[in-house]
């Protein structure tokens, strides 16, 4: 049971901004052996129902189904959440961006849609980051806009892909990335985005000591601003204290595997290439 024996230590807050409603959504699930958290973004106008919630739901029952680090895993909860929206879109149509970060407590893996963001911070540096999938990161990608730009740039929620997505949907998943003791994970939505800037971010996280201190930093620093009409907006801080450390054990055990499965993969092949000739 990995859990028992590393430290993960989550702070969050979500707030409506300027507006009377909030449709961003944030929850996780920590088990055994995984643990997962999701943060979701409602980009459309339905007075009935939650879209960021009813997306959040879905992932969650899905992850607590079958817990997972499986790449083809994380895209069929994506697609799954992204069915589940188009079906229950009625007099208007359910949208939301979202991102999921999911652990095996010894490495990460994250996928998204749309323009929720995941950063990956050690060692007081940003080291991962996920990329909108909007016509502003595009440009950026074609050297046609900076990075620094996405924020105020006017097609930054003009998306190709997200949650509620009828046709051509497709979630970007990450590969897996080990995780160390005092890695920090900031998961935020675009009211915090589009007002603080990765620079400050990085400032704000690189001397916390707990993420609620992340919390207030980067709450202060967006208030003091007196933003107009200031979206709604959602951070999370998660801190790995203590990862969870794969014994050399396993590791030597695992390298013996691959050395003996080394002959019957080699033979297979050599079958292969005799009747395909």
């Given at each position: 049971m990995?859990?028992?024996?590393?430290?993960?230590?989550?702070?969050f807050?979500?707030?409506?901004?300027?507006?009377?409603?909030?449709?961003?959504?944030?929850?996780?699930?920590?088990?055994?052996?995984?643990?997962?958290?999701?943060?979701?973004?409602?980009?459309?106008?339905?007075?009935?129902?939650?879209?960021?919630?009813?997306?959040?739901?879905?992932?969650?029952?899905?992850?607590?189904?079958?817990?997972?680090?499986?790449?083809?895993?994380?895209?069929?909860?994506?697609?799954?959440?992204?069915k589940?929206?188009?079906?229950?879109s009625?007099?208007?149509?359910l949208k939301?961006?979202?991102?999921?970060?999911?652990?095996?407590?010894?490495?990460?893996?994250?996928?998204?849609?749309?323009?929720?963001?995941?950063?990956?911070?050690?060692?007081g540096?940003?080291?991962?980051?996920?990329?909108?999938?909007?016509?502003?990161?595009?440009?950026?990608?074609?050297?046609?806009?900076?990075?620094?730009?996405?924020?105020?740039?006017?097609?930054?929620?003009?998306?190709?892909?997200?949650?509620?997505q009828?046709?051509?949907?497709n979630?970007?998943v990450?590969?897996?990335?080990?995780?160390?003791?005092?890695?920090k994970?900031?998961?935020?939505?675009?009211?915090?985005?589009?007002n603080?800037?990765?620079?400050?971010?990085?400032?704000?996280?690189?001397?916390?000591?707990?993420?609620?201190?992340?919390?207030?930093?980067?709450?202060?620093?967006?208030?003091?601003?007196?933003?107009?009409?200031?979206?709604?907006y959602?951070?999370?801080?998660?801190?790995?204290?203590?990862?969870?450390?794969?014994?050399?054990?396993?590791?030597?055990?695992a390298?013996?595997?691959?050395?003996?499965m080394?002959?019957?993969?080699?033979?297979?092949?050599?079958?292969?290439?005799?009747?395909?000739?």
């Amino acid at each position: 049971m990995r859990r028992s024996n590393v430290k993960f230590n989550t702070a969050f807050i979500s707030e409506p901004g300027s507006f009377i409603r909030n449709k961003d959504y944030f929850a996780f699930a920590e088990m055994d052996n995984f643990a997962c958290y999701f943060m979701a973004d409602g980009i459309d106008d339905d007075l009935e129902q939650e879209s960021a919630k009813i997306a959040v739901d879905s992932m969650i029952r899905q992850f607590s189904e079958n817990p997972s680090m499986e790449k083809r895993e994380i895209q069929g909860w994506l697609e799954t959440a992204n069915k589940e929206l188009v079906a229950r879109s009625k007099s208007m149509r359910l949208k939301a961006s979202i991102t999921v970060f999911v652990t095996d407590y010894a490495f990460m893996m994250f996928g998204m849609t749309g323009n929720t963001r995941l950063y990956l911070f050690r060692e007081g540096n940003l080291i991962h980051r996920s990329i909108d999938q909007s016509l502003s990161s595009n440009l950026v990608e074609g050297g046609k806009l900076s990075t620094a730009k996405i924020a105020s740039h006017l097609e930054r929620h003009n998306l190709y892909c997200y949650l509620g997505q009828q046709e051509g949907f497709n979630a970007e998943v990450s590969g897996r990335i080990k995780l160390v003791d005092g890695d920090k994970i900031t998961m935020l939505t675009r009211g915090i985005w589009e007002n603080i800037d990765i620079g400050e971010m990085t400032d704000a996280v690189k001397d916390a000591q707990d993420p609620q201190k992340v919390l207030n930093n980067v709450v202060s620093l967006l208030l003091s601003r007196k933003p107009f009409n200031l979206d709604n907006y959602t951070l999370a801080t998660i801190f790995i204290d203590k990862a969870y450390q794969v014994s050399s054990l396993h590791k030597a055990l695992a390298r013996k595997i691959v050395i003996a499965m080394l002959p019957v993969l080699i033979m297979m092949v050599a079958l292969l290439v005799f009747f395909a000739g």
